[in-house]
Nanobody
Framework: QVQVVESGGGLVQAGGSLRLSCAASGRTFSSYGMGWFRQAPGKEREFVAA????????SYADSVKGRFTISRDNAKNTVSLQMNSLKFEDTAGYYC???????????????????WGTGTQVTVSS
């Protein structure tokens, strides 16, 4: 059974930085893409960033492009999301997920993911 656990959320001032981490276990981590999604109160969960199994393919939501960076360490079974220049509108619960199937390509759709963490809260004060 796949387990996905996020960490690193917290409270930060606008313009600041945070680094989220996600650890996955239960399958061969290096064979599956990973994604980050977020959900703000009263809003639907949305795509943030994704990375393919080798790290050679990444994809970002337009709202975070140039500010967030997704990376992975297959030796440690972890994926990270470096968030810089944070804005108030980045406030949300952030969720990490592991893809259903093996793919070099980064996947943007939530339907491509089968294993989800319980989330970590990011709060940006204005």
């Amino acid at each position: 059974q796949v387990q996905v656990v996020e960490s690193g959320g917290g409270l930060v001032q606008a313009g600041g930085s945070l680094r989220l981490s996600c650890a996955a276990s239960g399958r061969t981590f290096s064979s599956y893409g990973m994604g980050w999604f977020r959900q703000a109160p009263g809003k639907e969960r949305e795509f943030v960033a994704a990375i393919g199994y080798s790290g050679g393919s990444t994809s970002y939501a337009d709202s975070v492009k140039g500010r967030f960076t997704i990376s992975r360490d297959n030796a440690k079974n972890t994926v990270s999301l470096q968030m810089n220049s944070l804005k108030f509108e980045d406030t949300a619960g952030y969720y990490c997920a592991e893809a259903k199937t093996s793919s070099w390509c980064a996947k943007r759709s939530q339907s491509e993911y089968s294993s989800w963490g319980t989330g970590t809260q990011v709060t940006v004060s204005s």
